[in-house]
């Protein structure tokens, strides 16, 4: 069975400072697909990224970037210069590639907090 | 652009009353999923759909029904509502061609029930 851990339950940082939101995750497929969900105070779920199970790239997207390594299970996610606008509840999940549908599997959470 | 649409966003019920969750999505997407998110739980999925009239359950689907009668509806039913189900519920679609595994959900802004 397929399962995401992300063990930071919560953060708190002072704004400008860079933190880094970690993602450990378990499957047995080879084929899978990893995502980042950010869910500010107001609700709802706003995609960030999405990686395969066959691009190690990292990737970065202005003050944000991620970084999967296969040998670690691992799928973190960094923010630079942090920001109060990025205090939110983010989310890493797991997709299997069953039968061509995507059925996600979500970690708990890790709530970020930045102070000005 | 509506995306996915979920109403009501705020109910509260009493023990042993019924109810449905209404959710329709403007993208054409045949892939649709309910999800339950608790405190501190993450995402669980209760039911999801690859198509009109094909539903099946996920991890949590006790206490729920769902019905998928075209494709841009996907309601959740709670035929007696039990505190247990106190939670937000997020529905959310997703693309359902060639690749569809690797493809990033889209969420609704969820419906906050509480019951009592």
């Known amino acids: 069975a397929q399962k995401v851990t992300q063990a930071q339950t919560e953060i708190s940082v002072v704004e400008k400072e860079d933190v880094t939101l970690d993602c450990v995750y378990e499957?047995?497929?080879?084929?899978?697909?990893l995502f980042w969900y950010k869910q500010p105070p107001s609700g709802e779920l706003v995609f960030l990224i999405r990686r395969n199970s066959f691009d190690e790239q990292n990737e970065i997207s202005g003050r944000y970037s991620w970084n999967f390594q296969k040998s670690t299970s691992s799928f973190n996610f960094t923010i630079t210069a942090s920001q109060v606008v990025d205090s939110a509840v983010y989310f890493c999940?797991?997709?299997?590639?069953?039968?061509?549908?995507?059925?996600?599997?979500f970690g708990k959470g890790t709530m970020l907090l930045v102070s000005p | 652009n509506a995306g996915v649409t979920q109403t009501p966003k705020f109910r509260i019920l009493k023990i042993g009353q019924s109810m449905t969750l209404q959710c329709t999505q403007d993208?054409?997407?045949?892939?649709m999923y309910w999800y339950r998110q608790d405190p501190g739980m993450g995402l669980k999925l209760i039911y999801y759909s690859v198509g009109a009239g094909i539903t099946d359950k996920g991890e949590v689907p006790n206490g729920y029904n769902v019905s998928r009668s075209t494709t841009e509806d996907f309601p959740l039913r709670l035929e007696l509502a039990a505190p247990s189900q106190t939670s937000v519920y997020f529905c959310a679609s997703s693309y359902s061609g060639q690749g569809a595994s690797n493809q990033p959900q889209h969420f609704g802004d969820g419906t906050r029930l509480s019951i009592l």
């Open positions: 499957t047995r497929d080879t084929t899978y697909y």
């Open positions: 993208m054409n997407h045949n892939y």
């Open positions: 999940a797991l997709s299997e590639a069953n039968s061509g549908y995507s059925t996600l599997t």
